[in-house]
T-cell receptor, first 111, second 116 residues
Framework: TQLLEQSPQFLSIQEGENLTVYCNSSSVFSSLQWYRQEPGEGPVLLVT?????EVKKLKRLTFQFGDARKDSSLHITAAQPGDTGLYLCAGARSGGFKTIFGAGTRLFVKA | GAVVSQHPSWVICKSGTSVKIECRSLDFQATTMFWYRQFPKQSLMLMATSNEGSKATYEQGVEKDKFLINHASLTLSTLTVTSAHPEDSSFYICSARPGTGPYEQYFGPGTRLTVT
């Protein structure tokens, strides 16, 4: 059972376009992380959200944690080729120990 | 801060031999380290969780006698692939979790293992 559903699974867009990636669950998470991974490398932590309704910005990236802490979104404004990569959301459940990863969204930004 | 290293970054070995991969947290103490396996164009598959000074907890379907994990200190965990077979060829990634913080993990750069 995939507890964290990411969508879309694959996205190919032109440079300058905006996009949103979603991470949804029926479970409540105490925190949720977003990572970006480039081919042949390990994932790099982008952000951690903890509070329901929280919004964090990282340059052109905007992350939001749902009010009920069951879902999150990543919005990229004016995508650039350097944004290309695999985006992973990961959540830790209250009282849990393991982090649960989504299946990932593979983004390709064409110049 | 929060840098995790892995060594080697890539390794080629012959079938039947053993390979050791090291994972180090360079600037923090990691109470917990995780080992993942990643197949091409797929997400991470958790293999095992290791806590310093105790036995690793393996995920269902992962052979603990084949994938030996040792977490000898708060900054070092090792994964040994014993009697490697070509089907063990994969990208292995470790991560480390600091003692504080909301369950963030910091990943190593990964090790590409090829078994011939």
């Amino acid at each position: 059972t995939q507890l964290l559903e990411q969508s879309p699974q694959f996205l190919s867009i032109q440079e300058g376009e905006n996009l949103t990636v979603y991470c949804n669950s029926s479970s409540v998470f105490s925190s949720l992380q977003w990572y970006r991974q480039e081919p042949g490398e390990g994932p790099v932590l982008l952000v951690t959200v903890v509070t329901g309704g929280e919004v964090k910005k990282l340059k052109r990236l905007t992350f939001q944690f749902g009010d009920a802490r069951k879902d999150s979104s990543l919005h990229i404004t004016a995508a650039q080729p350097g944004d290309t990569g695999l985006y992973l959301c990961a959540g830790a459940r209250s009282g849990g120990f393991k982090t649960i990863f989504g299946a990932g969204t593979r983004l390709f930004v064409k110049a | 801060g929060a840098v995790v290293s892995q060594h080697p970054s890539w390794v080629i070995c012959k079938s039947g031999t053993s390979v050791k991969i090291e994972c180090r947290s360079l600037d923090f103490q990691a109470t917990t380290m995780f080992w993942y396996r990643q197949f091409p164009k797929q997400s991470l598959m958790l293999m095992a969780t290791s806590n310093e000074g105790s036995k690793a907890t393996y995920e269902q379907g992962v052979e603990k006698d084949k994938f030996l994990i040792n977490h000898a200190s708060l900054t070092l965990s090792t994964l040994t692939v014993t009697s490697a077979h070509p089907e063990d060829s994969s990208f292995y990634i470790c991560s480390a979790r600091p003692g504080t913080g909301p369950y963030e993990q910091y990943f190593g750069p990964g090790t590409r293992l090829t078994v011939t």
